[in-house]
C-alpha cells in the first residue's frame, strides 16, 4: 500500500460515498453510452441523468454504497483506484437491473423521489432496460483485460442467481401465511447480502487480493449486507418518505414478509396474532390498517429485535474486515468500517 494511504486520515462515510460516485460516474456513463437506444433513454431516466423527454437533469441518482466498497476492497488489499473501477461498474451496473426489476414486481410507483421508470415507460420497457443492465455488467468486467476477470465474472453471476433466488422467495411469501425467521433469514441474505459481499470479492480481485483477502470481505460484504437489509426493511415501515423516496409504510401495503414482520407473525404474542389476522384479511390494507400493522409489529418485538439484529451483524462484520491485512494501518479499511456503520444505523 502506498504511504499516503497508510498516513490519510480517514474521510467521513458521507465524504467517502460522494467521492465514489466521482470516480464510477464517467465510467458508468461510458459503458450507459454502448447500449441500443431503446433502452438508453430508460437507463438514463433510472440512474437520474436523464428526465422522460430524454433531456439531461441532475436527479437523485442512489448513494453507490455498493461501486464504493468495491473501490474500498481493492484498496484495502493493496490495490489501485484504476484497477478497480470496473468492478465497481459492474456490481452498480448489476445491482440497477435488479431494482429495475424490482420496482415492477412490487409496483413501487416512486425511487429517490421521482417516478419510477416503468411507471414513466411501462413495465415491458423497464424490465428490458433491467436486463440490458446485467449484460453490460459482464462485458464490463471482460472488457477491463484483467487477469482476475474470468473468475469476477463466475462470482458476479453466482451473486446474481443468489439475488434472483432470494427476490423469488420474497415474492413467493407475500402469498404464503406460515413464512418462518429461518427461511426469511435466508431470503434476506439471498436478496441483499449477496451482491454486497460479490462487490467485496470482485473489488478485492481486481485490486490483486489473496484468497483469504476475498474470503474475509466477502464475509464482511455478505454480513452488512444482511444487516442492512434489516435496516432497510424498519424504514419500508416507519421510513420518512422524505428520506427514503417511498410512501410511508410501503412494505405493509405490500403485505411484504420483511424480517420485523416475520418476526412478529412468528412471535406467539397477541400482537402477532392481531398482525397474521389483518395480513390474512381480504382488501388491500390502506389507512388506519397500515398505522396499525405498525403499531403491531413494533408491540411484537419486530423492530427492536431487527435493530438488535443489525448491530450484531455489523458487529461481526466488523471482526472479518479487522483480519484483512492486519497490522497494517489502512486508510481504506477504516473507511470499509465507517461505511458500515453508516449503512446499519440510519434513521428510521
Known amino acids: 500500500m502506498s504511504t499516503v494511504q497508510e498516513m490519510t486520515q480517514p474521510r467521513p462515510a458521507t465524504e467517502v460515498l460522494a467521492w465514489g460516485r466521482g470516480?464510477?460516474?464517467p465510467a458508468m456513463r461510458e459503458a450507459v453510452d454502448t447500449l441500443p437506444d431503446t433502452v438508453r433513454r430508460i437507463v438514463g431516466y433510472h440512474f437520474g441523468w436523464l428526465d422522460e423527454r430524454g433531456e439531461p437533469v441532475h436527479a437523485n441518482a442512489g448513494k453507490a454504497i455498493r461501486p464504493v466498497i468495491a473501490l474500498l476492497a481493492a484498496e484495502a488489499v493493496g490495490g489501485t483506484l484504476a484497477e478497480a473501477v470496473p468492478a465497481a461498474v459492474a456490481v452498480e451496473l448489476t445491482h440497477n437491473f435488479s431494482l429495475l426489476h424490482d420496482d415492477v414486481m412490487d409496483g413501487d410507483a416512486t425511487r429517490r423521489h421521482r417516478p419510477t421508470a416503468w411507471a414513466v415507460f411501462g413495465r415491458g420497457p423497464a424490465i428490458l432496460a433491467?436486463?440490458?443492465?446485467?449484460?453490460?455488467a459482464f462485458d464490463v468486467l471482460a472488457a477491463a483485460g484483467r487477469p482476475a476477470a474470468r473468475r469476477a465474472a463466475r462470482i458476479l453471476g453466482s451473486a446474481v442467481l443468489e439475488l434472483i433466488d432470494g427476490q423469488y422467495a420474497d415474492v413467493a411469501f407475500e402469498a404464503r401465511h406460515d413464512v418462518g425467521l429461518a427461511e426469511c433469514r435466508r431470503m434476506s441474505e439471498a436478496k441483499t447480502g449477496a451482491l454486497l459481499g460479490g462487490a467485496c470479492a470482485i473489488g478485492?480481485?481486481?485490486?490483486?487480493?489473496?484468497?483469504?483477502?476475498?474470503e474475509r470481505l466477502t464475509?464482511?460484504?455478505?454480513?452488512?449486507?444482511?444487516?442492512?437489509?434489516?435496516?432497510d426493511d424498519l424504514l419500508g415501515i416507519w421510513g420518512d418518505p422524505a428520506t427514503t423516496g417511498?410512501?410511508?409504510h410501503s412494505d405493509l401495503r405490500n403485505r411484504k414478509k420483511s424480517l420485523p414482520v416475520v418476526f412478529a407473525l412468528n412471535s406467539g404474542t397477541p400482537a402477532g396474532h392481531e398482525l397474521a389476522a389483518l395480513y390474512a384479511a381480504d382488501g388491500p390494507l390502506t389507512g388506519p390498517d397500515l398505522a396499525r400493522a405498525a403499531e403491531l409489529v413494533e408491540l411484537a418485538d419486530g423492530r427492536a429485535w431487527s435493530q438488535a439484529e443489525a448491530d450484531a451483524l455489523l458487529a461481526g462484520a466488523l471482526?472479518?474486515?479487522a483480519g484483512t491485512r492486519p497490522g497494517v494501518p489502512s486508510r481504506a479499511v477504516a473507511e470499509l468500517e465507517g461505511l458500515a456503520r453508516l449503512v446499519t444505523r440510519r434513521d428510521h
Open 23 to 25: 470516480v464510477t460516474e
Open 130 to 136: 433491467g436486463d440490458a443492465l446485467m449484460t453490460l
Open 204 to 214: 478485492a480481485l481486481y485490486g490483486g487480493g489473496t484468497d483469504e483477502d476475498v
Open 219 to 231: 464475509a464482511f460484504g455478505r454480513r452488512i449486507g444482511l444487516a442492512f437489509q434489516h435496516v
Open 246 to 248: 417511498k410512501p410511508v
Open 319 to 321: 471482526r472479518e474486515l
